[in-house]
């Protein structure tokens, strides 16, 4: 559905946010959700925390942001930016970041327990690191994820990320056609499928679901999503539900 034909914005409950939609929805009509990680099931940008260790966090961070709010077009170039100010950090930091500053966003275990309970497949697509979104997959049961792999020699980041047999880069196209790709394994249609997120890198993969969702969003993927949950967690999308 084209942003244009959802219509005004209703403000459901305080800080929740819908467009073209009237709830309550089936949650048992979906098939699929798609998680964003960074800042959407998690709390922190991992490229950001990892670059604290070579101290260029400052640096770092204001490229993610640009790229989140879409004022960088081209994510490939965004990431090999970021990636090259990582050369030499310590994979041992990979798992400091991991144990002592990523944590689940408020709401995300309920909201992954809910849809599983409800019957559907669960997907992690990031452009960020396999490193993080493997251990996601283990600890939240997930179905699917997809990340990019950070290059590692002797130890420590080269600046680079790794081949894998679908492409190099996990990037907005990416998100879309990996959505698209589970739909098609798990035998549903894209209309079936939700897909949440909070960046311009997730707006191609949420317009190709039937039922968008903006998580503490940039202003740009507010506008554009079904769903903005501005306040609260994750688990808000159930108010949608009944």
Same mark, same amino acid.
């Given at each position: *559905?084209?942003?244009?034909?959802?219509? =005004?914005?209703?403000?459901? =409950?305080?800080?929740?946010?819908?467009?073209?939609?009237?709830?309550?929805?089936?949650?048992?009509?979906?098939?699929?959700?798609?998680?964003? *990680?960074?800042?959407?099931?998690?709390?922190?940008?991992?490229?950001? &925390?990892?670059?604290?260790?070579?101290?260029?966090?400052?640096?770092?961070?204001?490229?993610? &942001?640009?790229?989140?709010? +879409?004022?960088?077009?081209?994510?490939? &170039?965004?990431?090999?930016?970021?990636?090259?100010?990582?050369?030499?950090?310590?994979?041992?930091?990979?798992?400091?970041?991991?144990?002592?500053?990523?944590?689940?966003?408020?709401?995300?275990?309920?909201?992954?327990?809910?849809?599983?309970?409800? +019957?559907?497949?669960?997907?992690?697509?990031?452009?960020?690191?396999?490193?993080?979104?493997?251990?996601?997959?283990?600890?939240?049961?997930?179905?699917?994820?997809?990340?990019?792999?950070?290059?590692?020699?002797?130890?420590?980041?080269?600046?680079?990320?790794?081949?894998?047999?679908?492409?190099?880069?996990?990037?907005?196209? *990416?998100?879309?056609?990996?959505?698209?790709?589970?739909?098609?394994?798990?035998?549903?249609?894209?209309?079936? =499928?939700?897909?949440?997120?909070?960046?311009?890198?997730?707006?191609?993969?949420?317009?190709?679901?039937?039922?968008?969702? =903006?998580?503490?969003?940039?202003?740009?993927?507010?506008?554009?999503? *079904?769903?903005?949950?501005?306040?609260?967690?994750?688990?808000?999308?159930?108010?949608?539900?009944?």
């Amino acid at each position: *559905m084209n942003p244009s034909t959802y219509g =005004a914005a209703v403000e459901l =409950a305080p800080g929740l946010v819908v467009r073209g939609i009237a709830p309550p929805l089936p949650l048992s009509g979906f098939r699929l959700i798609a998680f964003d *990680m960074d800042s959407t099931l998690i709390n922190i940008e991992c490229v950001d &925390e990892i670059a604290d260790a070579a101290g260029r966090k400052a640096e770092v961070a204001a490229i993610t &942001e640009a790229a989140m709010r +879409g004022e960088i077009a081209d994510f490939r &170039e965004s990431l090999r930016l970021r990636l090259a100010l990582l050369k030499g950090v310590s994979e041992d930091h990979l798992l400091h970041v991991y144990r002592d500053r990523l944590r689940l966003n408020p709401g995300a275990a309920e909201l992954v327990l809910a849809c599983k309970a409800a +019957g559907l497949k669960v997907l992690l697509v990031s452009g960020g690191f396999t490193f993080f979104t493997e251990r996601l997959r283990q600890r939240l049961a997930l179905d699917f994820t997809r990340g990019n792999r950070l290059e590692i020699a002797g130890g420590k980041l080269t600046g680079r990320v790794l081949e894998q047999s679908w492409g190099d880069v996990c990037d907005a196209p *990416m998100k879309r056609q990996t959505l698209l790709d589970v739909c098609g394994l798990i035998g549903c249609q894209p209309h079936q =499928a939700i897909a949440v997120g909070d960046g311009a890198n997730d707006l191609p993969m949420m317009a190709a679901a039937g039922l968008s969702v =903006a998580y503490r969003a940039k202003p740009k993927v507010r506008e554009q999503a *079904m769903v903005a949950i501005n306040e609260g967690g994750l688990d808000r999308l159930l108010e949608l539900f009944g």
